[in-house]
């Protein structure tokens, strides 16, 4: 599979799993460290079987990994597994920046035409 299509499945990968609410809160939940599947449980409106299921798929995706503690799993982000998604988004980013410097540039040259046709206009009458 070449690296195009690679980072593509990733990308989809990613964004399906961050497309759910309870996955994007869990992932806030984890944000500042790791946390086991009760802990994080008793900060959602949902069931432990449900957030167990939620974590398979973020797990899937690569967006976070466990450790078995004991009897506890305890989970928590996997940085990299965003890289794709950033990158996407990062590019439209850069698209926008390319096109408002390209639209100062344009304007920038517009009005040192303009000036310039005013002075030498100024200097002949």
Known sequence: ?????????????????LG??????IVRLLAPGPKSVGEI???????????SKH?????????????????RNVFQLRRSGFDSARDWLESFWDDALARLKLEAENDWKAERTSNSNLRSGGEDG
Do not use: C, K
């Open 1 to 17: 599979m070449d690296i195009g299509v690679l980072s593509e499945v990733r990308l989809e990968a990613t964004l399906d799993a």
């Open 20 to 25: 759910s609410p309870t996955r994007r809160q």
């Open 41 to 51: 449980a008793a900060e959602l409106p949902v069931s432990r079987p449900a957030v």
């Open 55 to 71: 974590l398979r798929l973020l797990e899937t995706a690569e967006l976070v990994a466990h450790r078995s503690e004991g009897n």
